[in-house]
């Protein structure tokens, strides 16, 4: 590990110190690396490189939707590398929502969540990506030195 020093202006550091207070970090040091990772991690996502990863994709549709639940599962049959399993809940006589716990290479996961979230019906989507770089060396590793008969 290496020490680093770093200049904050007051302002930025109050709100520094109110956030590590609001999410009940033990010590700066701790909060600085977890916002340097998720920062790291935002940049890479919006890049598209950010490599192996786990995510869950969450959305609200509206269920009489057209065609949607068809749609929906055509998506989910396309990608089924990607998808580990999902929850649905009944929200109201209207909505339903998803939440599908996904894992595969980082611009592969946010290019079907993209498309699911793009699907007329469904009315809110968000996706959260956590790097996974101990999987991609497994991979990696299959790939190099493993074969099927």
């Known amino acids: 590990m290496q020490r680093i020093t770093i200049t904050l202006d007051d302002g930025l550091m109050a709100e520094l110190d109110a956030m590590i207070a609001a999410h009940g970090y033990q010590n700066r040091s701790e909060a600085i690396r977890d916002f340097v990772r998720a920062g790291m991690q935002q940049a890479a996502q919006d890049k598209g490189s950010s490599g192996e990863c786990v995510a869950a994709l969450v959305y609200v549709y509206d269920h009489a939707a057209r065609d949607l639940s068809r749609r929906l599962v055509e998506n989910y049959h396309g990608h089924h590398e ?52 101990k999987a991609g060396k497994k991979a990696a590793a299959r790939k190099r030195g493993h074969r099927h008969s």
Do not use: W
Not at 99 to 105: H, I, Q
């Open 82 to 133: 990607l998808s580990l399993a999902t929850l649905h809940v009944h929200l109201d006589d209207e909505n339903c929502m998803e939440v599908t716990a996904l894992r595969g290479p980082g611009g592969e996961v946010q290019h079907f969540a993209d498309h699911i979230i793009a699907e007329r019906g469904v009315k809110y989507g968000r996706v959260v990506m956590i790097p996974n770089e």
